[in-house]
């Protein structure tokens, strides 16, 4: 039975990889910081099953701040793949946290890469990298040859744990690759990013629990996925041979409007009638769109992403709706 190690198993992207990996037969193992909020996580069906906890699934509680532990963990665990999606997952919140920003990213990945140095078979391993690395992009769509230039310290921190997996794949020829993740999507995701708060809002209104919709701008663009499609493309890069880099993305660009008229359209309702705007929350408008070009995956992978925006949009606001019934 394949062994596979997650870290972020709670996450959006960590639950989805562990419902996959257990679909295909693995032995999964996770790394979990608060065990206090496991039955409330993404991954709280599976906790709750004893066919799988404690079989098929193993959870372990850790810190990056004690490789020590860490290493005895991964060390029991013998992992053939290695999945790290931890992290803090902001880019406003790093520039006000630039040093907690750059530790839980940065210096974490490197003291899992010196874990995995150490074994005596070291996995495959994947780092969960950004879009945010690329910052302004000389042109749209990026790919994994457009230079790294980030613009915040959740870029740079992603940028350096990138460099660093591609260093010791070189340096020290070990099995190591990033996933450079454009925007995906899911009921999972968490509510700070636009796509929740615009489909929990919306789904509110419907329910005549909230009567507007407050954004800085609908003129922001961004390449949105699924996110269950794109935990499926880290899989499959860590079964090619050899490992390398590849960016994961739609290639396809889509406006914040896009998301609120559809939104809406969802629940038959005109966004016009409902949105309204506060200057305090317009972030910065990038020159050049953060878009991913996935040639590289779709030709040596033969991944892509398989559902349209316009369903994206529909499943996150019939989920929320589904709460709140």
């Known amino acids: 039975m394949p062994r596979a190690f997650i ?4 996450g959006q992207d960590g639950s989805y990889l ?3 990996l257990l679909a295909k037969g693995y032995e999964v193992h996770g790394l979990v910081h608060r065990p206090d909020a496991l039955g409330t996580s993404n991954i709280a069906h599976l906790v709750h099953d004893r066919k799988v906890v404690g079989k098929q699934l193993f959870l372990h509680n850790g810190s990056f701040e004690d490789a020590t532990h860490l290493r005895r963990i991964i060390s029991k665990a013998r992992p053939h793949e290695f999945y790290h999606l931890a992290g803090q997952s902001s880019p406003r919140l790093s520039l006000e ?14 003291r899992l890469l010196e874990i995995i140095r150490d074994l005596p ?39 350096f744990s990138q460099q660093m997996a591609r260093i010791y794949r070189i340096a020290y020829k070990l099995p190591t690759c990033s996933a450079i993740l454009y925007n995906h999507e899911s009921p999972r995701r968490s509510a700070n990013f636009v796509t929740i708060k615009v489909a929990r809002g919306v789904a509110r209104i419907k329910k005549g629990l909230q009567k507007d919709l407050v ?24 079964q090619s041979d050899p490992v390398d880099d590849f960016v994961l993305a739609t290639g396809v660009l889509h406006t914040v409007e896009d998301l609120v008229r559809i939104a809406f359209e969802t629940v038959d309702l005109n966004w016009q009638d409902y949105v309204k705007f506060d200057s305090h929350l317009v972030t910065t408008v990038e020159p050049v769109a953060p ?20 369903e994206i949009v529909r499943r996150l606001v019939e989920s929320e709706l589904a709460r709140l019934d």
Not at 97 to 110: F, K, N, Q, R, Y
Not at 141 to 158: C, F, R, S
């Open 7 to 10: 870290t972020g198993i709670t």
């Open 121 to 159: 078979e070291p996995p495959r391993f994947l780092y969960a990298s950004s879009s945010e690395v690329f910052g302004s992009p000389p042109h749209s769509p990026q790919d994994e040859l457009t230079p790294v230039n980030p613009t915040t310290p959740y870029g740079a921190a992603k940028a």
């Open 215 to 238: 954004l800085g701008s609908l003129t922001g663009r961004r390449d949105w996925g699924w996110a269950p499609d794109y935990v499926e493309g880290m899989w499959r890069m860590l």
């Open 291 to 310: 878009c991913g070009n996935p040639a590289k995956a779709n030709r040596l992978l033969g991944w892509k992403n398989t559902v349209p925006f316009e």
């Open 97 to 110: 946290l630039p040093e907690a920003t750059v530790d839980s990213i940065g210096m974490a990945t490197l």
């Open 18 to 20: 562990c419902e996959l």
